[in-house]
């Protein structure tokens, strides 16, 4: 192992460029896997959320949960809502989270009907359901944000990424982890994180 360490070291751009292409390599792996990290549940209920644009107007909001009400008495898959406004209705599901009351939020939760959900059937999947939902109420309420939501499994695991970085130059390791920090924390798009770590990677060349 000491021969290993030691060519390690005096060969520490070999060893960045290295770290570089695995980011790369790792980022090509994980959209292959097809990961899912919100494990959607297997049950009859989905929840929305309302935010109404009028801050701190609680007639608004609930004249925004009137209007998705109408929306729901037409769809064939909705069995039954009830909604609250203002705050959260009561926990019906152990992996909701609880939100601050405040006057231009409310919730709805809604009853599914399954014998119109599946292969074959009105919708094929709730995920499809989920998605015609959204769309009309898109189209139809302009005054706040309405957002659909199936209810997930368990608490998000994260996808969580370790990064080693080593060298014989602690100035320029120093360097590579703040540049690797910076480029993590600011760029979503792993096309541009990969881009712009080539490019520092470069400069310190």
Excluded at 55 to 62: C, D, L, V
């Amino acid at each position: 192992m000491n021969w290993l360490w030691h060519g390690g070291l005096k060969k520490g751009k070999t060893v960045i460029l290295l770290i570089v292409l695995s980011l790369v390599l790792t980022g090509h792996v994980a959209t292959l896997l097809g990961l899912q990290f919100f494990p959607k549940a297997d049950t009859h209920m989905m929840y929305l959320n309302v935010v109404s644009h009028g801050s701190g107007n609680i007639q608004q909001t609930e004249l925004i949960v009137d209007q998705v009400a109408d929306i729901l008495n037409d769809e064939i898959p909705v069995k039954a809502y009830t909604s609250a406004i203002g705050g959260d209705l009561p926990k019906f599901f152990n992996t909701l989270s609880n939100r601050a009351p405040s006057q231009d939020y409310g919730q709805m939760m809604l009853r599914l009907d399954l014998n119109v959900i599946g292969s074959g059937l009105l919708y094929e999947s709730i995920e499809e359901y989920v998605g015609h939902l959204q769309g009309i109420i898109d189209k139809n309420i302009s005054a706040g944000k309405v957002t659909v939501n199936q209810l997930e499994q368990a608490e998000p695991i994260g996808a969580p990424v370790r990064v080693r970085v080593t060298g014989n130059n602690m100035d320029r390791l120093v360097t590579l982890l703040k540049i690797l920090k910076s480029c993590l924390l600011e760029y979503k798009e792993r096309k541009m994180l990969m881009m712009i770590l080539k490019t520092e990677y470069m400069s310190l060349l």
